[in-house]
């Protein structure tokens, strides 16, 4: 089963990706945070951030990682998990 589980951003394993939520004009928006196999940290987020985008972004996320895995959630200052979602696990180094 699927597991959302918090992240720093150095948490992130080298060729990873992870959900990034951040405020955007006060409101919850979402991006990625790709950790390239360089070692880079890549921050993309839409042209003009909208909170509509959220269960887009997770969606497609999701859509492209193997079963059985989390998504990593990456939550910058002032971001927060909405408490409708599933719970967000805090990172464990010992899973």
Known sequence: ???YVRVSPDQIPLG??????????????????KHRCDGRMERLVP?????NDL???I???????PDNSNLLV?????AYWP???PTLR????TK
């Open 90 to 93: 805090e990172f464990s180094a």
């Open 83 to 85: 408490e409708p979602f």
């Open 16 to 33: 990873e990706t992870a959900l990034l939520l951040f405020v955007h004009k006060g409101e919850l928006c979402a991006g990625v945070l």
């Open 55 to 57: 269960i887009l972004g």
């Open 47 to 51: 042209e003009d951030p909208s909170p």
């Open 74 to 78: 990456v939550l910058e200052a002032l």
């Open 59 to 65: 969606c497609r996320l999701m859509a492209d990682m």
């Open 1 to 3: 089963m699927l597991g």
